[in-house]
């Protein structure tokens, strides 16, 4: 039985400060880790959120070159910028990972002289194109106009000794693996959304798989994971990178057997990644792990990326937007709802300052703060802020009280449903927000202020004890996406007596065009 969930996101490149898409990915993971915490049959000892930082590279000395720091230096530096930036969104990982730790360059050398003395690694000399920034060497039929197919940066010219990882050895049985769901009906999920597992399955069997260079000679790079059967050499970045998946989790016994709680039969294994780096975890590291006799993770997960004007947003086009910006003018949860809902998750979305404003007033201010304002105010002036005592399941409503009491004893289940099968967030949060929406029409529909003047005592009290279940049940639910405000709603709720405090989402006032 499947009780354990290991989540993980990217480890983040440090030649630079973190953006939405960095929040993006980990927001959507922590939303994962909370829910799969919070439910029974898994808990929250049974769940691992691991984050981190890739620290090794070209690009890295570069960037510590231009700060006159050293390589250590600078990544010590920057690293903590991602660590206060998690610790302002809240993000709940159990684990940050670095690549210039002992435990991951331990793993890595003996994940590499595990494959090296399988035979599924060997010497040879490289010729063609290499594109510096993307630290990618790319063949000649993948290349027009001598231009990088992925950054569009002029390719320059290189040969040297490498040594090179068996990629083409393992096509077939990759292959093979993510089209068995006849066997395996799991498999459909390993590769998502399923348009990414078209893409990967298109590109698998319309390419013949170069072999992967995994080193770089020490005289052209020096900064790097030092390969353990040659002195001459470091470790390419993407062999290195990918390990930490294992490192963080689990090490390697004499044998060359791995063992990690995290990778057993009983864990569901999810990594979320951005679509650009899919091909590198859905191709790369699936053959890296069978090379070394590991299972495959259960859902490789590659999400759209952010765009302003149709472009993605990036710090090298100059059009990358600070989340810490954000976060201090709209605040966390704000933040965190935004990403989530505005977008499905799979598919690029265009940002906007604008459609924050939009969700914030629409959807925070006039629905979920509007309905909690309102009936905190409605037990402060019938019941002196004392909760009428009730039992929702004993009491007879109208058409409208009983559809809210179904959606009440629903909710959990459709709005988690989209989560464990889809990672749809934002179908999720719109399930959420079908109660809210309810409860809201509701108010407006029985008119509570009508039912005080008549003296409708027990209907007024049934009436304001719905609402009351209505808003617990919603901030049980919403508190993998929003903890903050989810607990805010808790304690200004109660549980006999209302604590009640500002409105939660003060309206932003926008000028009309």
């Known amino acids: 039985m499947v009780n354990k969930f290991y989540i993980t996101t990217p480890i983040y490149y440090v030649n630079a400060s973190p953006h939405i898409g960095h929040s993006y990915t980990n927001i959507a993971a922590d939303t994962l880790a909370r829910y799969y915490r919070q439910r029974k049959d898994f808990g929250k000892d049974n769940v691992w959120f691991l984050t981190g930082t890739d620290e090794h590279g070209q690009k ?7 700060a006159k720091l050293n390589s250590q230096e600078f990544v010590d530096k920057v690293v903590e910028t991602f660590k206060d930036l998690w610790k302002t969104l809240e993000i709940s990982n159990n684990d940050f990972i670095r690549t210039t730790e002992e435990r991951h360059i331990k793993t890595v050398q003996r994940a590499l ?21 993307c630290e990618t060497f790319w063949p000649q039929t993948q290349v027009v106009d001598n231009l990088c197919p992925d950054c569009k940066r002029p390719l320059g010219k290189i040969s040297e000794s490498n040594y090179f990882f068996k990629l083409s050895k393992y096509q077939q049985w990759l292959i ?24 990967v399955l298109g590109f698998l069997e319309n390419n013949k798989l170069e072999d992967l260079c ?21 470790v390419y970045v993407w062999f290195d990178a990918l390990i930490n998946y294992i490192s963080a989790v689990g090490e390697f016994d004499g044998n060359g057997v791995y063992h990690s709680k995290w990778w057993q039969p009983d864990v569901k294994v999810a990594h979320l990644v951005g679509k650009d780096i899919l091909r590198h975890h859905a191709v790369y590291w699936p053959i890296m792990l069978e090379a070394l006799g590991i299972r495959q993770p259960d859902t490789i997960f590659a999400h759209g990326w952010w765009m302003i004007d149709q472009n993605k947003m990036s710090k090298s086009r100059g059009n990358a937007v600070s989340p810490l910006d954000l976060v201090k003018q709209y605040g966390v949860d704000t933040y965190r709802y935004f990403l989530l809902r505005d977008v499905p998750f799979g598919l690029d ?30 037990i402060e002036k019938y ?62 529909e029985t008119k509570p202020w009508n039912l005080a003047k008549e003296n409708k005592t027990e209907e007024l009290k049934s009436f304001i004890r719905l609402l009351v279940e209505a808003l617990r049940v919603t901030a049980r639910n919403i508190y993998p996406f929003m903890p903050l405000t989810s607990e805010s709603i808790i304690q200004q709720i109660g549980e006999e007596k209302i604590k009640k405090g500002n409105p939660l989402f003060p309206r932003i006032e926008t000028k009309e065009k």
């Open 349 to 378: 979305g265009n940002f906007s300052e604008e459609a924050i404003v939009k969700r914030f007033n629409a959807d925070l201010a006039n629905d979920l703060g509007n309905l909690l304002y309102r009936t905190l105010t409605m």
């Open 113 to 133: 002289e595990i494959v090296y003395n399988k035979g599924d690694i060997y010497e040879g000399k490289y010729e063609g194109w290499y594109c510096t920034p």
């Open 383 to 444: 019941y002196q802020g004392n909760i009428p005592d009730l039992e929702l399941d004993k009491i007879k409503f109208n058409e409208a009280g009983e559809k809210i009491k179904k959606a009440i004893s629903t909710l959990e289940q459709a709005a988690y449903g989209p989560i464990a099968i889809n990672f749809d967030f934002s179908l999720s949060l719109g399930k959420i927000w079908e109660l809210i929406n309810l409860a809201n029409k509701y108010v407006e």
């Open 176 to 199: 093979d693996y993510i089209k068995d769901t006849a066997n395996h009906p799991e498999r459909i999920n390993f590769i998502a959304p399923l348009t990414r597992r078209n893409e």
């Open 214 to 234: 995994i080193s770089r000679p020490k005289e052209r790079l020096s900064w790097g994971i030092p390969l353990p059967f040659s002195g001459k050499h470091v």
């Open 60 to 66: 890295i000395k570069k960037a510590a070159d231009e």
